[in-house]
Nanobody
């Protein structure tokens, strides 16, 4: 059974940090790129970060650049999203997703094959 399980969300004050984890099982993790997306109430889903499985290339959404860092541990089948200097506007449900094929646009959600259930991040002001 394919699974992506996010964890590490919670409530944090503005300026604080959280580290999200995305643990994968049921597929060959090394063959897949991983993306993080988020969705706040009443807003569209937004691409947050992406890490390739081929060259370890990384991408970040404009709103999180210089604050978030993505990295993967293939030995643990896990991708992490380190989130620093959090802002209230970062409040959302965060999802990780896996994509096997090379993506023309890394935040094209429709190109991802598997999705997790999400983890809530709430940043208080």
């Amino acid at each position: 059974e394919v699974q992506l399980v996010e964890s590490g969300g919670g409530l944090v004050q503005a300026g604080g940090s959280l580290r999200l984890s995305c643990a994968a099982s049921g597929f060959t993790f090394d063959d897949y790129a991983i993306g993080w997306f988020r969705q706040a109430p009443g807003k569209e889903r937004e691409g947050v970060s992406y890490i390739s499985n081929r060259d370890n290339g990384k991408y970040y959404g404009d709103s999180v650049k210089e604050r978030f860092t993505i990295f993967r541990d293939n030995a643990k089948n896990t991708v992490y999203l380190q989130m620093n200097r959090l802002k209230p506007e970062d409040t959302a449900v965060y999802y990780c997703a896996a994509a096997k094929e090379a993506l023309g646009y890394v935040f094209a959600a429709e190109d991802y094959d598997y999705w997790g259930q999400g983890t809530q991040v709430t940043v208080s002001s």
